[in-house]
């Protein structure tokens, strides 16, 4: 069986849980490269059990900047970035070879199905999406971003079938728990980028997010938790707007204490 020709990239730390079923979905891809920035789990005796993967260490340097050096590792010509947490479907490992074959355009954007407490999406619900499969000489990283990375295409992008599913939201703590984190650097990343906190931004962010999570990105199909997913949401656009206002007053109180 040939293997398919695309570099897939990975970052991890303390992955162990998802990432046999990670690889096992790109098994059959030339190369696998995986930048780990200090997994103390099993990360690394899985990642060595594979004839395709080759794995070493990097200090965290920011989501962006972690993926971006990743990236420059990929030898091959196509490249596909997944999360230690996320398995590639049959459907989209499909198309990713068909683009391959077909050679008239430079990304896929690619739907994200969340199986949020071991549960898919349902297929009417709207999926978040981004580039994750790109000819590697038309795509780049912007490293300001410091959460919510997007790969920047200079070509032609086409909207995928197949999902990427990602199992890392395995229970509301670890959500909750990854959006306070995440939180931190949005509003870390407004900050350093001069943007100004709004109060009526403030006021209404959450019940926005809210329904157009819940109603407009039909979470509403998938039961309680659809519900439960659509209130983390909503208080996660909050949080970062919150956040940027405690930046500014902690930047004020510097220039007091400094006079």
């Not at 490269?33 to 997994?39: A, Q, R, W």
């Not at 990743?70 to 030898?75: E, G, H, Y």
């Not at 949080?239 to 902690?250: D, G, M, N, P």
Request: aromatic share 10%.
């Amino acid at each position: 069986m040939m293997s398919i020709s695309c570099s897939v990239y990975i970052v991890t730390l303390n992955c162990a849980a998802w990432l046999e079923d990670t690889l096992n979905s790109v098994a059959d891809f030339a190369e696998v490269v995986i930048l780990d920035s200090g997994s103390s789990d099993d990360t690394y005796k899985i990642a060595q059990s594979f004839a395709n993967v080759r794995i070493s260490h990097q200090d965290w340097q920011g989501y962006a900047a972690q993926k971006s050096l990743a990236l420059a590792q990929c030898q091959q010509a196509w490249v596909l970035n997944l999360d230690g947490d996320e398995v590639l479907s049959d459907e989209l490992k499909q198309e990713i070879e068909a683009t391959i074959q077909a050679n008239h355009i430079d990304a896929l954007i690619t739907p994200i199905n969340d199986v949020f407490l071991a549960v898919p999406n349902s297929k009417h619900t709207k999926k978040h999406a981004k580039v994750r499969f790109f000819r590697k000489s038309k795509g780049q990283y912007d490293l300001a971003n410091k959460v919510h990375e997007n790969v920047i295409i200079e070509g032609t992008s086409v909207r995928a079938s197949g999902d990427i599913y990602h199992y890392g939201e395995s229970s509301i703590f670890v959500k909750v728990e990854k959006n306070n984190q995440y939180s931190n650097l949005k509003a870390a990343e407004k900050f350093q980028k001069g943007k100004k906190p709004s109060l009526l931004k403030l006021t209404l962010v959450m019940p926005v997010t809210f329904l157009k999570s819940y109603f407009i990105r039909r979470s509403c199909l998938n039961g309680w938790r659809g519900f439960v997913n659509s209130m983390i949401n909503a208080f996660y656009a909050f949080l970062k707007e919150a956040k940027l206002f405690e930046q500014h007053l902690q930047a004020n109180k510097n220039k007091r204490d400094d006079v």
